[in-house]
């Protein structure tokens, strides 16, 4: 398997703009998390789906984040409209498992999204 | 809320010499523990997940401990290398029943020739 892909590998745009972050997990994997990485939060958790849905996405810092999984193999983080403190690396990971499995399942990160907002 | 803290935020040591890296945590209930490495420009990579069962985790050069009660891991490198140089985060699993990764801020590791 290729791992967790995401696209694209960099993104720079103006304030305002919307901007769509894509991800595709391994293939059989039945969770897939968004996550946030900044120099001044660490790695933030936005939101994780099991099965295509979503099941916490108390971590989205407010209405201008969206994301969905319209199927196994494909997620979509949008941002409309964009601010220049969305400035940040995104990374969408996925686990086969999920919590407390008696073997212990870790989660596969994709390289990133290195988002600039201007 | 789960907090996790990771000292040092850097440390830069010569090839060979044996190191630790420290983690805590605030909340004890917690399913597993992780330590994962990255890269610069680079995503995540697991590199020894420890079960709040255990106390330990061996992975070649790598060891890592962990004592629930206290809230504390430590992950060693034994004879250090160039290689060795990323950042390593520490990250933990609650037992609410969600799948969700507390991560520290990591600790950026340098290690020269």
């Known amino acids: 398997d290729a791992g967790v892909i995401q696209s694209p590998r960099h993104e720079v745009t103006e304030m305002g703009q919307e901007v769509t972050l894509r991800c595709k997990p391994i293939s059989g994997h039945d969770y897939l998390f968004w996550y946030r990485q900044t120099m001044m939060r660490g790695l933030e958790l936005l939101i994780y789906f099991n099965n295509n849905v979503p099941i916490d996405d108390s971590g989205m810092p407010e209405d201008r984040f969206s994301a969905k999984m319209p199927n196994a193999s494909f997620s979509t983080l949008k941002i409309q409209p964009s601010e220049p403190r969305d400035s940040a690396v995104y990374f969408c990971?996925?686990?086969?498992?999920?919590?407390?499995?008696?073997?212990?399942?870790?989660?596969?990160f994709g390289p990133g999204t290195r988002l600039l907002v201007l | 809320k789960q907090e996790v803290t990771q000292i040092p935020a850097a440390l830069s040591v010569p090839e060979g010499e044996n190191l630790v890296l420290n983690c805590s945590f605030t909340d004890s209930a917690i399913y597993n523990l992780q330590w994962f490495r990255q890269d610069p420009g680079k995503g995540l990579t697991s590199l020894l997940l420890?079960?709040?069962?255990?106390r330990e985790q061996t992975s070649g050069r790598l060891n890592a401990s962990l004592d629930k009660s206290s809230g504390r891991s430590t992950l060693y490198i034994a004879a250090s290398q160039p290689g060795d140089s990323a950042t390593y985060l520490c990250a933990v699993e609650g037992d609410s029943g969600y799948s969700t990764l507390t991560f520290g801020k990591g600790t950026m590791l340098l290690v020269s020739p």
């Open positions: 420890i079960q709040s069962s255990q």
């Open positions: 990971a996925s686990s086969l498992l999920g919590a407390g499995g008696p073997v212990g399942e870790t989660q596969y």
